[in-house]
């Protein structure tokens, strides 16, 4: 079992910049893999990056890459995506998912999920 918190959302103007958390817990989390994804109202499920818990393999989806950032802090079981220039449209509940040893790339993939974070961004 993998328990996942999401934390870090909020309101921004566009430009802006925010850094969401995903703090992990579970007997076996290391084994797992944790993907960033986030859904707008109305809109599917969209996978933005993934990351092993070494943090040498990483993705990104084309439409975050160069303005998102995924990283981990193994001492605080905690991965991060930072979020810079900020548009309107990425206004979106965002989620966390966990998947055993490969990337979750699309939301049936994943083991685990949290219990999401809103991220409002205005113009």
């Known amino acids: 079992q993998v328990q996942l918190v999401e934390s870090g959302g909020g309101m921004v103007q566009a430009g802006g910049s925010l850094r969401l958390s995903c703090a992990a817990s579970?007997?076996?989390?290391?084994?797992?893999?944790i993907a960033w994804f986030r859904q707008a109202p109305g809109e599917e499920r969209e996978s933005l990056a993934a990351i092993t818990w070494s943090g040498d393999i990483r993705y990104y989806a084309d439409s975050v890459k160069g303005r998102f950032t995924i990283s981990t802090d193994n001492a605080k079981n905690t991965v991060y995506l930072q979020m810079n220039s900020l548009k309107p449209e990425d206004t979106a509940v965002y989620y966390c998912a966990a998947r055993r040893r490969s990337f979750a790339l699309r939301p049936p993939e994943a083991d685990y999920w949290g219990q999401g974070t809103q991220v409002t961004v205005s113009s």
């Open positions: 579970g007997r076996t989390f290391s084994t797992y893999t």
